[in-house]
């Protein structure tokens, strides 16, 4: 977005004052592809946190790499008096949820783990409350819970889904494919409604999609078919799941996922390779793929992955981003031209694979990063890890 056009919506919004400036501020962000940049719902209401001990960092997402980095650069630099803004209440973790569809691990496992006990014990505060915009000349956050000051903002808010990678672009059919048949990928509630679509099927096909480009966890939906597999086996459930994969092979253990689907799951598995989705009747429950209609009973639709919708509120994506991811140094991951605004984990523009892994060992180095850039220092750019891992309490 050009400079002016900023200055226009700021004294645009101020002059308008009030619901409407908001509502239209908002209402522009949420379309997709709109690069309105604005302070969002400025109310001038500052947030219930103590004054600042020490440079002021704040992080919005706890995911994997907000909590780590909060953790992390609290240690590495103990001035820091960091601040997690989240909007959810209670961690519960993406990976492994796939293996509580097969009753592998329990609901315990996955949820129920305290924001407020990751915060006390790494010396940190959690803040309850969403993210709405970002006054980055005055270095003010807006959540709908007041104005933040900050020293240091990082911007973790993780993905949304793109459903125009299976050619669906109208808003009332992406409302019913994330409502009747979501992705999975993104947040609790989907994985309880994909839990009990899968213990409460009775036959038929079970359609699970893989998505175009670079998406949140490469084996995710291999992984997903054999333990929704495994289910309808344990429960004697005359039912297929039908994997569709624009990719000519699995992205990810390719061997071992296509023996596992031979050796293992023949009769349930059907994998269905170079099949690009070109369409999706939710009502009809059928997909057009470039060659193919294919009918279905239920399914999980993993649509496509881009940056979350954050980064437009924000004015940070990267224009020229096919999946509008955010426009940083790939080495520093600072906002370019803005040494005190980052953003990490799956809203990064780097080509690395969308994982807890990546996140993990990349906020370790971020956090060094900013540590390294309170004291008026920096350091040598060093590469995450990028494999695709399990490992529960990893950074709570
Ligand atoms: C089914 C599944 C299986 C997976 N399996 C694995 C695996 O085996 N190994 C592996 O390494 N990775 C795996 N992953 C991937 C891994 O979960 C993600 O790559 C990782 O969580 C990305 O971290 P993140 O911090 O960028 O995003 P997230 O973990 O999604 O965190 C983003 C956080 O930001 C918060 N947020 C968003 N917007 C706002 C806002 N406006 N204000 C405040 N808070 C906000 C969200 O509530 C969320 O808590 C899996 C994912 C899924 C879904």
């Given at each position: 977005?050009?400079?002016?056009?900023?200055?226009?919506?700021?004294?645009?919004?101020?002059?308008?004052?009030?619901?409407?400036?908001?509502?239209?501020?908002?209402?522009?962000?949420?379309?997709?592809g709109?690069?309105?940049?604005?302070?969002?719902?400025?109310?001038?209401?500052?947030?219930?946190?103590?004054?600042?001990?020490?440079?002021?960092?704040?992080?919005v997402?706890?995911?994997?790499?907000?909590?780590?980095?909060?953790?992390?650069?609290?240690?590495?630099?103990p001035?820091?008096?960091?601040?997690?803004?989240?909007?959810?209440?209670?961690?519960?973790?993406?990976?492994?949820?796939?293996?509580?569809?097969?009753?592998?691990?329990?609901?315990?496992?996955?949820?129920?783990?305290?924001?407020?006990?990751?915060?006390?014990n790494?010396?940190?505060?959690?803040?309850?409350?969403?993210?709405?915009?970002?006054?980055?000349?005055?270095?003010?956050?807006?959540t709908?819970?007041?104005?933040?000051?900050?020293?240091?903002?990082v911007?973790?808010?993780?993905?949304?889904?793109?459903?125009?990678?299976?050619?669906?672009?109208?808003?009332?059919?992406?409302?019913?494919?994330?409502?009747?048949?979501?992705?999975?990928?993104?947040?609790?509630?989907?994985?309880?409604?994909?839990?009990d679509?899968?213990?409460?099927?009775?036959?038929?096909?079970?359609?699970?999609?893989?998505?175009?480009?670079?998406?949140?966890?490469?084996?995710?939906?291999?992984?997903?078919?054999?333990?929704?597999?495994?289910a309808?086996?344990?429960?004697?459930?005359?039912?297929?799941?039908?994997?569709?994969?624009?990719?000519?092979?699995?992205?990810?253990?390719a061997?071992?996922?296509?023996?596992?689907?031979?050796?293992?799951?023949?009769?349930?598995?059907?994998?269905?390779?170079?099949?690009?989705?070109?369409?999706?009747?939710a009502?009809?429950?059928?997909?057009?793929?470039?060659?193919?209609?294919?009918?279905?009973?239920?399914?999980?639709?993993?649509?496509?992955?881009?940056?979350?919708?954050?980064?437009?509120?924000?004015?940070?994506?990267?224009?020229?981003?096919?999946?509008?991811e955010?426009?940083?140094?790939?080495?520093?991951?600072?906002v370019?031209?803005?040494?005190?605004?980052?953003?990490?984990?799956?809203?990064?523009?780097?080509?690395?694979?969308?994982?807890?892994?990546?996140?993990?060992?990349?906020?370790?180095?971020?956090?060094?990063?900013?540590?390294?850039?309170?004291?008026?220092?920096?350091?040598?750019?060093?590469?995450?890890?990028?494999?695709?891992?399990?490992?529960?309490?990893?950074?709570?």
């Amino acid at each position: 977005m050009s400079g002016d056009n900023k200055e226009l919506s700021r004294r645009g919004f101020l002059k308008m004052g009030g619901a409407a400036a908001a509502t239209a501020a908002v209402g522009a962000a949420a379309v997709p592809g709109s690069v309105l940049a604005a302070p969002m719902v400025v109310t001038g209401v500052k947030a219930a946190l103590p004054k600042a001990t020490g440079p002021r960092l704040v992080i919005v997402g706890g995911g994997t790499s907000g909590l780590t980095i909060a953790k992390y650069a609290k240690k590495e630099y103990p001035k820091f008096d960091v601040v997690l803004v989240e909007k959810r209440d209670m961690y519960s973790s993406c990976f492994s949820s796939n293996m509580w569809y097969a009753g592998v691990v329990d609901l315990d496992f996955l949820a129920g783990h305290s924001f407020l006990d990751a915060a006390v014990n790494n010396k940190y505060t959690y803040f309850n409350g969403a993210a709405t915009g970002v006054d980055r000349a005055a270095k003010k956050l807006f959540t709908d819970e007041g104005e933040i000051d900050y020293d240091f903002l990082v911007v973790a808010p993780g993905i949304a889904y793109d459903y125009s990678r299976v050619g669906v672009k109208d808003i009332e059919s992406i409302t019913a494919l994330r409502q009747m048949y979501p992705g999975g990928f993104i947040s609790p509630t989907e994985h309880v409604t994909i839990r009990d679509k899968v213990a409460g099927f009775e036959g038929g096909t079970f359609l699970v999609t893989v998505p175009s480009g670079n998406y949140r966890c490469l084996p995710g939906p291999y992984e997903r078919a054999c333990m929704i597999a495994t289910a309808f086996k344990k429960a004697k459930v005359k039912g297929k799941v039908v994997i569709l994969d624009p990719n000519a092979k699995p992205t990810i253990k390719a061997e071992g996922f296509l023996n596992a689907f031979k050796e293992f799951y023949a009769d349930v598995i059907e994998y269905k390779p170079n099949t690009k989705i070109e369409g999706i009747d939710a009502g009809k429950k059928t997909i057009k793929a470039e060659f193919d209609t294919i009918k279905f009973d239920d399914a999980a639709i993993y649509p496509g992955v881009r940056g979350s919708t954050l980064l437009e509120t924000m004015g940070i994506v990267d224009p020229k981003s096919p999946q509008k991811e955010a426009l940083i140094d790939p080495l520093k991951y600072n906002v370019v031209g803005d040494m005190h605004v980052y953003v990490t984990g799956d809203s990064r523009p780097q080509p690395f694979s969308k994982s807890a892994n990546t996140s993990n060992t990349e906020a370790k180095y971020v956090a060094k990063v900013l540590a390294a850039r309170a004291q008026g220092k920096d350091i040598d750019w060093y590469s995450p890890e990028t494999i695709c891992y399990r490992r529960r309490r990893l950074c709570l």
